[in-house]
Nanobody, 113 residues
């Protein structure tokens, strides 16, 4: 059973930075997407950033502030800079292969003074 384990969330002041990590318990073959999504209270889960087919996509709200990376076959990272209160949410990593999609358990990010 593949598990995705996330870490790096927490409480940070506006303007601060956090780095989220997501590591798979085993190598996943045939990956076609690695990404980060988030869900704020009362809102639907939304894409934050993803790596797919050699391309990188970001939500407009995080462009220039967040950076996704994940050259390692078992890990994906999200560097978040210049954090804003509206970035507060539970962040989930996602790894998709040709066969199935895996989600992490989520890590809370709270941006507040």
């Amino acid at each position: 059973q593949v598990q995705l384990v996330e870490s790096g969330g927490g409480l940070v002041q506006p303007g601060g930075s956090l780095r989220l990590s997501c590591t798979a318990s085993t190598i996943i073959f045939g990956i076609n997407e690695k990404g980060w999504y988030r869900q704020a209270p009362g809102k639907e889960r939304e894409l934050v950033a993803r790596l797919s087919g050699g391309s990188t996509n970001y939500a407009d709200s995080v462009k220039g502030r967040f950076t996704i990376s994940g050259n390692n076959v078992k890990s994906v990272y999200l560097q978040m800079n210049s954090l804003k209160p509206e970035d507060t949410a539970v962040y989930y990593c996602k790894v998709a292969s040709s066969y199935r999609t895996y989600w992490g358990q989520g890590t809370q990010v709270t941006v507040s003074s």
